[in-house]
Nanobody, 124 residues
């Protein structure tokens, strides 16, 4: 059974850090591009970051560039999103998603498999 499971969310103060994990089971991440998306209440789902399956090239939304870092550990079949200098506007449910192939995309419609999401709340 194909499954993506996110973990690592929680409540953090502004300026703090979190590391989200996306663990895959039922398939090998080696051939999949992985994206992180987020959705805040009343807002559309937005692409935050993604990492290619081939050369590890990455994409970051302007709103997180310089603060978030995506990485993958194919041996552990896991992708990470390190989030530093968190802001209240980063509050959202964060989802990871997988698409077959090496071309990265910031559009959710391009992704096939999705996790259930993990809540990130940035508040003092």
């Amino acid at each position: 059974q194909v499954q993506l499971v996110e973990s690592g969310g929680g409540l953090v103060q502004p300026g703090g850090s979190l590391r989200l994990s996306c663990a895959a089971s039922g398939f090998t991440l080696d051939y999949y591009t992985i994206g992180w998306f987020r959705q805040a209440p009343g807002k559309e789902r937005e692409g935050v970051s993604c990492i290619s399956s081939s050369d590890g090239s990455t994409y970051y939304a302007d709103s997180v560039k310089g603060r978030f870092t995506i990485s993958r550990d194919n041996a552990k079949n896991t992708v990470y999103l390190r989030m530093n200098l968190l802001k209240p506007e980063d509050t959202a449910v964060y989802f990871c998603a997988a698409k077959y192939g090496s071309s990265w995309s910031r559009f959710s419609s391009d992704y096939t498999y999705w996790g259930q999401g993990t809540q990130v709340t940035v508040s003092s």
